[in-house]
């Protein structure tokens, strides 16, 4: 994987977006009030937002 990645987000409201989002070795934002994990509780999202917005905020503070 290119050394970048770890400069990308992935942002989702599932725990199939966090997985992929791990396995992409990207930093991942969960979206929402109850995260699930499906049963790949050993991959917790990096970061947890109320909304959409809220994501963007942690993105642009992590970022800056």
Known sequence: ??????HHY????RWKD??????AGMKTVF????YDDGGYAHIAPDYSAHDIYGACELIMEQTQ
């Not at 994987?1 to 770890?6: A, C, F, I, T, V």
């Not at 992935?10 to 409201?13: A, F, I, Q």
């Not at 979206?31 to 109850?34: I, L, Q, R």
């Open 1 to 6: 994987l290119s050394p970048l990645m770890r």
């Open 18 to 23: 966090i997985v992929c989002g791990h396995n």
């Open 31 to 34: 979206v929402g009030d109850k």
């Open 10 to 13: 992935v942002v989702g409201d």
